[in-house]
């Protein structure tokens, strides 16, 4: 296979994966064969392109390809009788997606079904990093701590939870959003983590999965005006994002937050993180993500004066946003100095147990404010 083929195949995987599983799950109503699906179209056009060349359109052509595997099982396994109408639709969607440069992205309905009440909380978000970012079970296993195979079987059961509940591919309602929104921030903050473990780029579906991440923090800030949360977390990963370039050195040994070339550094993005930040803060709501924003805008203040951020100035802005509400008290600072040694091995694992953590710490300011 020649190497222009292997990397559009590569390109299709990080650019359409998240779309493609969520078009054809929404239409199968079953997450299990939509992946299966998804994974038969994709070892078609390893087989396929070589030979026949890359498609105008390969996202039409995976579409295509996987629709077709989707009706054959159902055919031969006889499943619910009223998903066999979705089906044909989907496949003259496909059809006609095939003449057309437009691709319905539903991804963000996906997030929020895996989210459903009905499913067990705990499996909220790694079946969100699973169906719709494309993590293997694997990797998300080792970010909560568990055996692959728990994780596989914990995955099993919420998607067959999902297909014969019957559950709806419908975005919720309005107010049945903010109940499911802490898992979709917690999926999509790891999902970010997992592309930042990538800076040096070897890994093209994983840088893709940052790019990804803060696109999906994009389409959740329209969704959700109301929640200063979506806005925190958002603003976290552009001023994260911002610092891309200058987190390895020449012979791509990583380089410390407080030995980075600030010039290097993304003004614009931080910027927009800054922007966002602020608008958040209006809601005088803080949240551990506008926390975490909060002191990584601090960090960003170098590339503006010059001068490495001491020490206090990250507890400063802790004091700052504590009053805006009960938030981390003491051990701002403590949280990052073991996330920045812990990010560069196990970025997912620290954006999954980061919550815990800062819960943690917060309860403990709570408590010692209270016998004050």
Known sequence: MSTDTRRAVERAARDSYGRLVTFLAARSRDIAAAEDALADAFRSALETWPRDGVPDRPEAWLLTAARRRLIDGAR??????????????AAEEAQELAASDAFPDERLRLLFVCAHPAIDPAIHTPLMLQTVL????????????????????????????????????????????????????????????????????????????????????????????????VEGLLALMLHCEARREARRGPAGDYVPLSEQDSARWSKPMMAEAEHILSAAAQDRRMGRFQLEAAIQSVHAQRARTGRRTPPMSARSACARTRRCGPSCCGGC???????????????????VWSTARIRAWAERGRQRAGRR
């Not at 031969?76 to 639709?89: C, F, K, M, T």
């Not at 903010?178 to 903050?189: I, S, T, W």
């Open 76 to 89: 031969h396994l006889q499943v619910r009788a009223e998903a066999v109408p979705d089906l044909r639709v």
């Open 134 to 229: 494309g993590l293997d079970a694997a990797r998300i296993a080792s970010a909560f701590l568990v055996s692959p195979a728990a994780m596989g079987q914990r995955l099993s059961r919420a998607k067959g939870k999902i297909r014969d509940a019957g559950i709806g591919f419908e975005l919720p309602e309005a107010k049945e959003l903010p109940p499911r929104l802490d898992a979709v921030l917690q999926a999509v903050y790891a999902a970010y983590g997992s592309g930042w473990d990538d800076v040096a780029g070897a890994d093209p579906r994983r840088r893709g999965l940052a790019a990804e991440a803060i696109d999906l923090g994009r389409m959740l800030r329209p969704l959700l005006p109301a929640e200063p949360e």
């Open 333 to 351: 600072e403590r949280p990052r100095r073991l996330g920045s040694r812990c990010e560069r091995q196990h970025p997912v694992r620290t954006a």
